[in-house]
């Protein structure tokens, strides 16, 4: 059966998210720092992390949506400091902006070049991460997230609303993902054809069941494969 379409997971299959990640708490720290000292000095980073795990593990309700997760988490620590109002709007800008200032490995632009000149691609991600900040939208038909969808990877639900967007039967649309268990098995339960991006060259977790249909080690191995084998 062709490949018709494609769905591609973004953080740790286009960049290294961590690294983003860290540089958006160290922003949102120092502006706590400058305008909330007190704040800042009962919420250090490794706290306000601890705070964050804690509403995720309270709120299982916002368990697809990472933003309002970071957003309460605001909200409780400055409501632990005796303030009501907390600036949440301007911290989540700090937050975004930094958290959004990614770099993409070298073979991702390169590889996306060369594969959506031939196939429609929509991102399919768990994150919040802004094609149209880090300046790749141009590249995607769709962008299908958790937190518009309601449901988070690996629940099926996810991959066939991507599916849907695309207008093409699951088992014609490869999802490419760094993720095991949200991008391998999620993606497979739901009937789509599977290709992981394994950087690090791990094996498979046979607890995990069958292996993805494609084990490659970047951006450029895919782009390559499709050119080989993908042929609409």
């Excluded at 400055?78 to 911290?91: I, N, S, T």
């Excluded at 919040?128 to 690996?154: E, M, T, W, Y």
Aim: aromatic share 6%; net charge negative; glycine share 6%.
């Amino acid at each position: 059966m062709p490949i018709l379409a494609l769905t591609l997971d973004l953080d740790d299959t286009l960049w290294p998210v961590l690294p983003a990640l860290e540089r958006a708490d160290q922003a949102v720290d120092a502006w706590l720092r400058r305008h909330h000292p007190e704040v800042a000095r009962a919420w250090p980073i490794a706290a306000m992390r601890a705070l964050r795990m804690q509403v995720a593990a309270e709120r299982l309700d916002l368990a697809h949506d990472f933003t309002r997760q970071r957003q309460l988490t605001l909200q409780q620590a400055f409501a632990a400091c005796g303030v009501d109002e907390a600036p949440v709007e301007a911290l989540w800008e700090i937050y975004f902006a930094a958290r959004n200032r990614v770099e993409l490995y070298p073979d991702s632009l390169p590889a996306l070049q060369r594969i959506t000149a031939r196939w429609p691609l929509a991102s399919l991600t768990n994150g919040n991460a802004d094609l149209q900040r880090i300046g790749i939208h141009a590249h995607f038909a769709h962008h299908v997230c958790a937190r518009d969808s309601g449901v988070a990877k690996p629940d099926p639900r996810i991959f066939l609303a991507a599916a849907e967007r695309l207008g093409v039967a699951p088992g014609e649309i490869l999802h490419v993902g760094d993720d095991p268990a949200m991008d391998m098995a999620g993606a497979r339960d739901a009937g789509l054809r599977t290709a992981w991006i394994n950087r690090a060259g791990l094996p498979w977790p046979a607890a995990l069941g069958q292996p993805p249909e494609l084990d490659l080690r970047d951006m450029t191995a895919l782009a390559d494969w499709l050119d080989a084998h993908g042929a609409r």
